[in-house]
C-alpha cells in the first residue's frame, strides 16, 4: 500500500479545508495513494492515533470535496504543539515514524502556518538523518500573511475580504450621528500588518475609513497618533482608526491595555492595543470613542470567503501530491504571483528550512512615510486576493457546513 497522513494546525482560515479538498480531488485524478488519513489535532493525532479515513468519506459521500472545500476552520482540528529537537528526544520522531510505518505512510503533508512549517522542517529533517523514503511536506494557510518565500498565504485573502467588508460596516454604523467620535479596530496580526492594511480596501467613492491605519513595521508613537487625530477632527465628525494587535514603539514595547503573557511556542500573547489607545483618546478628547476587537471573527467567516482565496488553496493542495509524486520532500507549496493585470500566479515550492521560523513583513514600500497609512502599491497587491464569492448552501437562513463531531473525544 502507498498511503498518505495529512494533518491540520495553527489558527483556523476559511481556506484551510480547501487545500485539503485540494489534495483529495488530485489523488482522486492521479491514484497516486492508495488511501489517505486526516490525523485529528495535528500531530498529537499522530501520538494518539487518531485518524479518519478520507478515502472513505469521498467514497460515502461524492459530494464530499465539494463540501469540505467551502466549510471554514479545520474539519481535522488543530494543536499548538512544539516538536523538541530530535536530539533531545528522538523517541518522539521513532514514534511517529514507527506508525507511518505501521499505516504504509508515502507521505506526510501538514497544513499551518509558522509554527506549522517548523514541524515540518523537524520531521523532514529526521526522515533524511534516517534514510527515511518519507516524504515530507508544507501547505501553507495563516490569515497573517507572514510565512517567508510565498506571494501571499491561504486563508489571508478570506480574512482580508472581512476586515474590509467590516471597516466600511463599521463606517456607515458611525457616520450616521452628528457628533464627534472616534472608533478604534483592533485587527490581529503581531508581528505583520498585512491584516491591518487590507481595510484600507474598505475605502470607495461614498467610505472614507479607515481614516488612519497603523501597522507593527513602523514604530507607534502615541503623541503623533493623537496629532493624526487631532488633524482629521479639526474638519470631520466621524474618525475610524485601524491598527494591528501588535504595535509597538521604537523601543520595541507593545501597546497593550494589559500583561501579555504568553504561548508554546514563545509568541507574545497581546492584550488590548485598541483599548489602550480608547482610554488614551477619552484622556485627550472630549469625544465620543469606543475600540472594536474584531479578533477571532475574521478567522472563520466562510460566508465571507474569497472565491481566489478558495482556489488557490486547492491548487496548493493538489500541488503537494504531485510533488510527493515526485519524490519531493522538505519543502512547502508556495504561490507565485506573476502580475497584477490580468493576475495571473504559479504554484511553486521552496525549501522549508528558509521558511520555517521566519516572519515575512510588510515592505516598508507598502507604508506611506507618515506611519499612518498604505500606499498604492499595497492595495494593488491586495485587490486581486478577495476576488469572487464561493457558492455555499444555507440551511434555515445560515450556511451550512460540514459537521465536525468527529473531533469530540468520547
Same mark, same amino acid.
Given at each position: ?32 495513494? /492508495? ?20 478515502? !472513505? ?20 482540528? #488543530? ?27 508515502? #507521505? ?6 509558522? /509554527? ?22 508544507? +501547505?501553507?494557510?495563516? +490569515?497573517?500573511? /507572514? ?17 474590509? !467588508? ?24 503581531? /508581528? ?36 493624526? =487625530? ?10 475610524? @482608526? ?10 520595541? *514595547? ?32 472630549? @469625544? ?25 488553496? !486547492? ?12 519524490? =519531493? ?8 504571483? =506573476? ?12 525549501? +522549508?528550512?528558509?521558511?520555517? *521560523? ?13 506611519? *499612518? ?6 492595495? !494593488? ?25 468527529? =473531533?469530540?473525544?468520547?
Amino acid at each position: 500500500m502507498r498511503n498518505c497522513i495529512v494533518a491540520q494546525s495553527g489558527g483556523p482560515t476559511a481556506a484551510i479545508n480547501a487545500s485539503l479538498a485540494g489534495i483529495l480531488e488530485e489523488n482522486e485524478r492521479s491514484g497516486y495513494f /492508495d488511501r489517505i488519513y486526516g490525523a485529528l489535532n495535528g500531530i498529537t493525532g499522530i501520538f494518539d492515533r487518531r485518524f479518519l479515513d478520507l478515502t !472513505a468519506k469521498m467514497d460515502d459521500d461524492p459530494a464530499f470535496t465539494k463540501k469540505l472545500a467551502i466549510t471554514p476552520a479545520m474539519y481535522l482540528g #488543530s494543536c499548538r504543539y512544539k516538536l523538541t529537537a530530535d536530539t533531545e528526544d528522538a523517541s518522539v520522531y521513532e514514534d511517529i515514524f514507527s506508525v507511518f510505518e505501521e499505516m504504509e505512510i508515502d #507521505s506526510f503533508f501538514y497544513i499551518g502556518g509558522n /509554527d506549522s512549517m517548523d514541524t515540518v522542517l523537524k520531521i523532514s529533517a529526521y526522515a533524511k538523518k534516517t534514510g527515511s523514503s518519507i516524504k515530507v511536506l508544507g +501547505i501553507p494557510k495563516t +490569515i497573517d500573511n /507572514d510565512l517567508m518565500h510565498t506571494d501571499h498565504t491561504p486563508g489571508f485573502g478570506s480574512a482580508a475580504k472581512y476586515i474590509a !467588508a467590516s471597516l466600511r460596516e463599521v463606517w456607515h454604523d458611525t457616520m450616521i450621528y452628528h457628533v464627534k467620535s472616534v472608533t478604534i479596530v483592533e485587527i490581529m496580526g503581531r /508581528d505583520a500588518g498585512w491584516l491591518t492594511a487590507a481595510s484600507a480596501l474598505a475605502r470607495e467613492d461614498e467610505t472614507t475609513a479607515p481614516h488612519l491605519i497603523y501597522l507593527p513595521e513602523k514604530p507607534f508613537s502615541v503623541p503623533k497618533f493623537l496629532n493624526d =487625530l487631532h488633524q482629521l477632527l479639526d474638519n470631520q465628525d466621524n474618525v475610524v @482608526v485601524a491598527v494591528s494587535e501588535g504595535i509597538r514603539d521604537k523601543d520595541g *514595547n507593545y501597546l497593550s491595555a494589559g500583561v501579555s503573557t504568553s504561548d508554546t511556542f514563545g509568541h507574545s500573547q497581546l492584550s488590548g492595543a485598541g483599548k489602550a489607545l480608547e482610554l488614551l483618546v477619552k484622556e485627550a478628547f472630549r @469625544v465620543k470613542v469606543r475600540s472594536i476587537e474584531v479578533n477571532i471573527l475574521q478567522r472563520c467567516a466562510g460566508h465571507m470567503a474569497s472565491k481566489m482565496d478558495l482556489t488557490e488553496a !486547492a491548487a496548493l493542495g493538489a500541488h503537494a501530491v504531485k510533488c510527493a509524486s515526485e519524490g =519531493l520532500s522538505g519543502h512547502m507549496m508556495i504561490i507565485d504571483r =506573476l502580475g497584477n493585470e490580468p493576475y495571473t500566479t504559479q504554484m511553486a515550492t521552496y525549501p +522549508i528550512e528558509k521558511i520555517a *521560523n521566519g516572519v515575512r513583513s510588510v515592505p516598508l514600500s507598502f507604508i506611506n512615510e507618515e506611519g *499612518n497609512d498604505v500606499t498604492g502599491e499595497m492595495l !494593488a497587491y491586495l485587490r486581486p486576493l478577495i476576488e469572487g464569492e464561493p457558492k455555499i448552501s444555507y440551511k434555515d437562513g445560515l450556511p451550512e457546513y460540514l459537521s465536525v463531531r468527529h =473531533l469530540i473525544k468520547r
